[in-house]
T-cell receptor, first 113, second 115 residues
């Protein structure tokens, strides 16, 4: 049973570019959440997708957008990249209905030059 | 506003000792409190959680204590092993909506276990 998978593992972009990160949830999970983890900090919630809709959103600008597909996989898109967007982007999946554990993937390390 | 913080950024212990990692939170409306372990190059790994209507919960070698009066959470690790070396995060969540909903993480405590 595969856990949460993310691709790519590492990514290097330049300022102003756009990036798409991908996540496949753990088998049986239908909810995907995205987090940004800056070096030395705890993860910060970006948004959560359930039934192909954004259900909750953290304090992130509109440059951050996402999508969930019918197979529950998800993408995180970031436009007009800034140096400060350099971070580890984590995807977490869970089975929605309340109070269920979120399983995290290994993350995608994004470096913006 | 909501915030979850940690008292100690680093903790060094000897193998076999018990470890205690502390966390303060400010949102008394949170339904769940969760401890995660994050090893270098990996995503956070669930350790144990506790509902807001509980004071204590035990797992394998770990115990989480919740003191709602002073808004304090702690993780106790018994017989700490070198494999326990990692960054430990506490997080709070609300069960409204789907699953945990938004997790709010603290800054983290670095636990180093010396053989």
């Amino acid at each position: 049973d595969a856990g949460v998978t993310q691709s790519p593992t590492h990514l290097i972009k330049t300022r102003g570019q756009q990036v798409t990160l991908r996540c496949s949830p753990k088998s049986g999970h239908d909810t995907v959440s995205w987090y940004q983890q800056a070096l030395g900090q705890g993860p910060q919630f970006i948004f959560q997708y359930y039934e192909e809709e954004e259900r909750q959103r953290g304090n992130f600008p509109d440059r951050f957008s996402g999508h969930q597909f019918p197979n529950y996989s998800s993408e995180l898109n970031v436009n007009a990249l800034l140096l400060g967007d350099s971070a580890l982007y984590l995807c977490a999946s869970s089975f929605g209905t309340g109070g269920n554990e979120q399983f995290f993937g290994p993350g995608t390390r994004l470096t913006v030059l | 506003g909501e915030s979850v913080g940690l008292h100690l950024p680093t903790l060094s212990v000897q193998e076999g000792d018990n470890s205690i990692i502390n966390c303060a939170y400010s949102n008394s409306a949170s339904d769940y409190f969760i401890w995660y372990k994050q090893e270098s190059g990996k995503g956070p790994q669930f350790i144990i959680d506790i509902r807001s209507n509980m004071d204590k919960r035990q797992g394998q070698r770990v115990t989480v204590l919740l003191n709602k009066t002073v808004k304090h959470l702690s993780l106790q690790i018994a017989a700490t092993q070198p494999g326990d070396s990692a960054v430990y995060f506490c997080a709070e969540a609300n069960a409204g909506g789907t699953s945990y909903g938004k997790l709010t993480f603290g800054q983290g405590t670095i636990l180093t276990v010396h053989p």
